[in-house]
């Protein structure tokens, strides 16, 4: 007996949602986020989400001597209104009508699941990752990207956004990320900036780097702890596994933590350390970047990213019965496709990425250099 279209439509809206945790486990910062509990579905309003940000202290202390002095008042001018697009992106595949023909029964329901569905979400998720680490994910320039050198734009109503990390000591960064200039730039926030550091070689000053990083960004925010997450490109993290002793190798992170079959990592003080292959330093965006118009491309020779997850939000349009006007993951279809043996199917996703303490959360360039 052939399977129709209608049922594959609805064994996918069946799925789906252990399809889109799977989604979110494939990657570190997005998995982290969510077993954080700051993940907010069906929190989106529009287009756009504001939320605060505060760079400094909010308010000032006096000292109390004789019971008489002026308590001096607690507003101070360094809360903020940043700003995220969350971009609305539609993954299209089309399934041969011959192949719903042929099947029969649910061996066959299944194969047609792994072969199209199943591809379709996974080569969506490389798209989105590779958006994210590197900024040139095709299809979804919308969606955040963490490389500073790239930008994205999540409106056509609005112009491109700077990424996250700039290459930069935090003095001299002068991007605009969530809409708020960064420290260096005219009219620059105070303390809108990540941390930064540089190697020169790994076996010289690699970890001796990546720890005045890390540190730095861990005095941030301190009531969220230390920095607990960091990513980085394949020739960055084999350079740490390398210079890593036998005692401290066995460190792998696994189970719960990291599904084996998705991803290990090892520990970088306290935080987990994983390769990120959609950080692809051979890109241009990490070769041409400039920064005050001169020329940044330290990152060609290998990124780390490093995160207080805390501090990071990631949230959806949501879903409910009306699939065709939310965001989450959302199925869509079948549609013939015409004068074609073919249906159509389509899943929606309208998510946005934001930190609110960006000097929490670091970056280290040349950690690929031996």
């Not at 303390?191 to 990083?213: L, P």
């Not at 939310?326 to 015409?338: E, L, S, W, Y």
Request: glycine fraction near 12%.
């Amino acid at each position: 007996m052939a399977i129709s279209p209608d049922v594959l439509a609805t064994a996918l809206n069946e799925l789906m949602p252990s399809y889109s945790d799977l989604f979110v486990k494939w990657h570190p910062l997005l998995d982290k986020v969510l077993k954080g509990g700051n993940m907010d579905r069906a929190s989106l309003k529009g287009p756009e989400r504001e939320f605060a940000v505060v760079t400094d202290g909010p308010g000032t202390v006096t000292h109390v001597d004789t019971g008489s002095e002026i308590i001096a008042g607690g507003r101070r001018q360094n809360a903020h209104r940043g700003k995220v697009g969350a971009p609305r992106l539609i993954y299209a595949f089309d399934v041969p009508g011959k192949d719903l023909a042929e099947a029969n029964g649910e061996m066959d329901l299944a194969r047609i699941l792994q072969h199209y569905p199943e591809l379709a979400l996974a080569d969506f998720h490389e798209r989105i990752a590779r958006q994210l680490g590197t900024g040139d994910g095709d299809g979804v320039g919308a969606f955040p990207t963490l490389n500073g050198n790239a930008s994205f734009t999540p409106s056509t109503s609005g112009g491109a956004i700077d990424g996250f990390f700039q290459f930069v000591p935090g003095a001299s960064q002068d991007n605009t990320v969530h809409n708020l200039a960064c420290t260096a730039a005219t009219s620059g926030i105070s303390g809108w900036n990540t941390q930064y550091e540089d190697i020169t070689s790994f076996a010289v000053d690699g970890r001796n780097q990546m720890r005045k990083a890390y540190y730095a960004a861990s005095r941030q925010a301190k009531t969220l702890g230390p920095c607990d997450l960091m990513i980085g490109d394949e020739s960055s993290y084999l350079n740490y596994i390398d210079d890593l002793d036998d005692a401290v190798r066995v460190a792998k992170i696994e189970g719960d933590k990291a599904p084996g079959n998705v991803r290990q990592g090892v520990k970088f003080l306290n935080a987990d350390f994983f390769l990120d292959d959609a950080i692809d330093t051979s890109d241009a965006l990490f070769t041409t970047g400039t920064n005050s118009g001169t020329s940044v491309n330290r990152g060609a020779d290998g990124v780390i990213y490093g995160f207080k997850t805390p501090t990071w939000h990631w949230y959806t349009l949501g879903h409910d019965a009306s699939r065709e006007t939310k965001g989450d993951f959302a199925v869509r279809g079948p549609f013939r496709i015409p004068d074609q043996d073919m249906y159509r199917y389509e899943i929606v996703l309208m998510m946005g990425l934001h930190t609110n303490q960006l000097r929490a959360n670091f970056s280290v360039t040349g950690a690929g250099t031996p």
